[in-house]
Antibody, heavy 124, light 111 residues
Framework: AQLVQSGAEVKRPGASVKVACKAS????????IHWVRQAPGQGLEWMGW????????NFAQKFQGRVTLTWDTSISTAYMELSRLRSDDTAVYYC??????????????????WGQGTLVTVSS | QSVLTQPPSVSGAPGQRVTISCTGS?????????VHWYQQLPGTAPKLLIS???NRPSGVPDRFSGSRSGTSASLAITGLQAEDEADYYC???????????FGTGTKVTVL
């Protein structure tokens, strides 16, 4: 299994960014996809997940209303769109495969594998 | 403001044993949710090291081991090697937040 993400982005404050995560080596709809970000020199921050099989999504409270998770099963690709960007959104954004879609999200929820990361820089 | 607390740094000489703690609460680790551990080498994506408290994925050396008790978990590295110098993160689920949570991260330095 492998996840390959889209390239680095530079955005102005207030704009939106959409990061792609293409899966290969497994059945895309069989597993959750999680999104995690890491600001420069900081730790990992969980953002949310999608279940490509059921269509369910879940987000961390701080991202509610600003993040949209979508997917295209035909090309095994998940997307994370973050709107109303601020300078503190500058970070590396990762996608990662979560538990099998048939499981409840809170169990078997280790993340493996991870995408290579996408650097999003927000600057005026 | 992570809900899982780790020591900022630990260090040890080659060959020594080091442990990293991950302290949570009754809404995450204490509620029985599994703890997973990741290793992040400089400039790379995190890599799964331990799943389900104490399971090593294929390819992970048996020098790495995990445990969970009460509201805490631990990662132990025995026979420390220079290549183990990295950042380590724990992860669990929090039912109050209804989502996954990561620890604050620990930098391991090999002296």
């Amino acid at each position: 299994a492998q996840l390959v993400q889209s390239g680095a982005e530079v955005k102005r404050p207030g704009a939106s960014v959409k990061v792609a995560c293409k899966a290969s080596g497994y059945t895309f709809t069989a597993f959750y996809i999680h999104w995690v970000r890491q600001a420069p020199g900081q730790g990992l921050e969980w953002m949310g997940w999608i279940n490509p099989d059921s269509g369910a999504t879940n987000f961390a409270q701080k991202f509610q209303g600003r993040v949209t998770l979508t997917w295209d099963t035909s090309i095994s690709t998940a997307y994370m769109e973050l709107s109303r960007l601020r300078s503190d959104d500058t970070a590396v954004y990762y996608c990662a495969r979560g538990p099998q879609s048939r499981h409840s999200a809170e169990w078997y929820n280790w993340l493996d594998p991870w995408g290579q990361g996408t650097l999003v820089t927000v600057s005026s | 403001q992570s809900v899982l607390t780790q020591p900022p740094s630990v260090s040890g000489a080659p060959g020594q044993r080091v442990t990293i703690s991950c302290t949570g609460s009754s809404s995450n680790i204490g509620a029985g949710y599994d703890v997973h551990w990741y290793q992040q080498l400089p400039g790379t994506a995190p890599k799964l090291l331990i799943s389900g408290n104490n399971n090593r994925p294929s390819g992970v050396p048996d020098r790495f081991s995990g445990s969970r008790s009460g509201t805490s978990a631990s990662l132990a590295i025995t026979g420390l090697q220079a290549e183990d110098e990295a950042d380590y993160y724990c992860q669990s689920y929090d039912r109050r937040l209804s989502g996954s949570v990561f620890g604050t991260g620990t930098k391991v330095t090999v002296l």
